[in-house]
């Protein structure tokens, strides 16, 4: 038997077993989730549709994992505006596998898994977060110490409103001149590698940081 359900705003054709990623749903690791959007079920050459969704019919899904998909970009580029625009967005998604097909208001037979080993299962992932963050403490405070000191030696004579560039609001410009970078035309020069460096001890992207030298080069010629 299959169904096809409705959740997130897209449609999936599924079957008991079933191992799928969708939309973030609420619940834990081992929980049963229940998913009431049939829009239709059958087996075979025999489909029963609803309208929109079949009265009575459940589908229920045991949460095997809670995680992220990948980053999709969204970059607006106006020509000869000086205009740009990027915007990341990160999907959350629910890896679930599907329990059962109910139909006819029949109620789940299915419970959610034993939540002793999902608790054991928690706790020994706190135990070694909390030993991984031990260990990169000394690493942190090492960090720390070596981002005390200016990462650029900044050039001599009046600096330039960073703010300028599209991006780059005053607490990042604050951030910038800190490290030593106060000129157009200084991040303008900025190579890969001195790019790499920001990206490590700032709180900017490699993405971020060459976007604005692309940006500072055009300023840098006014």
Known sequence: MFAVIKTGGKQYRVAA??????????????????????????????????APFVDGALVTAEVVEQGKNRTV?????????????KIGHRQL??????AEILLGGAKPTKKAAAKAEAKAE???????ASKTEAEAAPKKEAKATETAVPLFKAPKGEPDDLTVIKGV??????????QGITTFAQIAKL????????????????????????????????
Not at 28 to 49: C, K, M, R, W
Not at 205 to 212: A, F, L
């Open 169 to 178: 609001g005053p607490v990042a410009a604050g951030q910038l001149n800190e």
């Open 17 to 50: 077993n079933d191992l799928l990623k969708i939309e973030k749903v609420e619940g834990q690791v081992g929980d049963i989730v229940e998913i009431g959007h049939v829009l239709a079920h059958g087996e075979g050459e025999n489909v029963t549709f609803g």
């Open 191 to 222: 190579s890969d590698k001195d790019i790499a460096k920001i990206d490590e001890h700032m709180p900017f992207s490699t993405d971020q940081i060459t976007d604005w030298r692309e940006q500072a080069k055009d300023l840098a010629k006014k």
């Open 122 to 128: 928690v706790a020994a992932k706190a135990e070694a």
């Open 93 to 98: 998604l629910t890896t679930v596998r599907i």
């Open 73 to 85: 970009i969204a970059f607006k580029k106006r020509r000869r505006q000086n205009s740009r625009r």
